[in-house]
């Protein structure tokens, strides 16, 4: 492709990734605009806005018309970091993602029941009563779902697996999308012991509780997909 | 950022992921020339160097000067595809990757063992030699090991894991470069334990064995950053 200042344009999507690092740009955070950042990278504006364009397809920045430059939300990781839209076997990547959440989601709730403080057990409390709320007024519950294990992640302290969100929330829309899911009691009901143990500071308590939460899903899964004729 | 044509280009780009994947394209499959492109997208040049700048930036196609637009390795995940970069405190990265490996490994080599053909075991067999022998020759032998996992993932036939191939690749590059590490005996013996584990089908052996290598990892890691004083 012939695009002249490539290399240049890479040079400087590299800078503006050390100036953000440099400069400890927190998600939300404003850029100098393009007059001031032009010079400071010592570019001209065709450059500029060229590497600005891969970072925000890169979802390190964010433009807003008329507004400014800002870092992302989860910097650096896009909707899709793993690439799932190109996986064309629909059924096996929603299997297969509920096997990858039964390999962390455990082990990630039993870290958060070994650190979280009380007022963190009462903040995973009102996502989880917000997840039976949803459910009892019949309304969508994917994002308030979705929220609550990022919390829990959260919680855990471990810096890896917050930047997972972008994967749990594909994986509980796939689910609920496959399975038609009405929510079930047992969801509601594991969500609550999950934020029992928790508060309890129960590690194996939490751990043993998420499991049979993924277990519960998993069996869903299955009688949706016919592999398990019951 | 004034981009006249910003919307059309990202809608370029989305059906540029289309054609991609209804024409099941894969990996160093090639696409058709721009001027071909341009037509079959009904856009004009500009729009759609704009759309392949940002599908190269989202490491879904690879332009190669003179020869073609090609479909990435490993379509769609990015070298960083967790936003590493963004993570400052790099001890605390080394050490939560660690961790995130122990949850995800020990059950992918039991899955590994479980579904491995004698072939698949043999192909493991020459890729754990090659570590082997990358440390008796005094070589690096950071990509020879990632290889190593990465076969392990992809024997698991789980689509989620192999993905992770460049976080491990990062795990495993922070953990020799934190530790100084000269590959220990452990590391080739608990690699062959793998290995054979694996070749007999044995699920539980195969988790022990990895569970096994991770813990000595760990606590390497633990002496070197000086949280165990021993």
């Known amino acids: 492709m012939a695009s002249t200042n490539k290399s240049l344009a890479d040079k400087t999507t590299e800078r503006i990734i050390r100036y953000i690092i440099d400069n400890k740009l927190r998600e939300g ?11 400071l990278m010592g570019v001209g504006r065709s450059t500029l806005r060229e590497a600005i364009r891969a970072l925000v397809s890169r979802n390190i920045l964010t433009v807003q018309q008329g507004s400014g430059i800002y870092v992302c939300h989860n910097t650096g990781v896009s909707d899709d970091p793993l690439g799932f839209t190109f ?3 629909k059924e096996k990547l929603v299997t297969d993602l509920l096997e990858f959440r039964m390999m962390i989601e455990p082990r990630v709730a039993a870290l ?18 917000r997840v039976a ?11 308030a779902d979705a929220l ?5 992640a959260e919680i855990s302290e471990n810096v890896i697996v917050p930047q997972l969100e972008p994967l749990i929330m594909h994986a ?34 939490a751990q043993d509780a998420m499991t049979l939460h993924l277990i519960y899903n998993r069996d869903r899964l299955r009688r949706v997909l016919k592999k398990d004729p019951s």
């Open 29 to 39: 955070a404003q850029l100098p605009n393009e007059t001031t950042l032009s010079s």
């Open 87 to 89: 996986i064309e076997n």
């Open 112 to 129: 958060a029941a070994s650190k979280a403080t009380p007022a963190q057990a009462q903040e995973l409390l009102l996502l989880a009563n």
């Open 133 to 143: 709320e949803c459910c009892e007024a019949g309304k969508p519950h994917a994002e």
């Open 148 to 152: 609550f294990h990022a919390k829990i």
């Open 172 to 205: 509980i829309d796939m689910f609920i999308d496959i399975t038609h899911s009405q929510l079930k009691e047992e969801t509601i009901r594991t969500h609550m012991a999950i934020v029992n143990a928790i508060q309890n500071n129960d590690a194996i308590g």
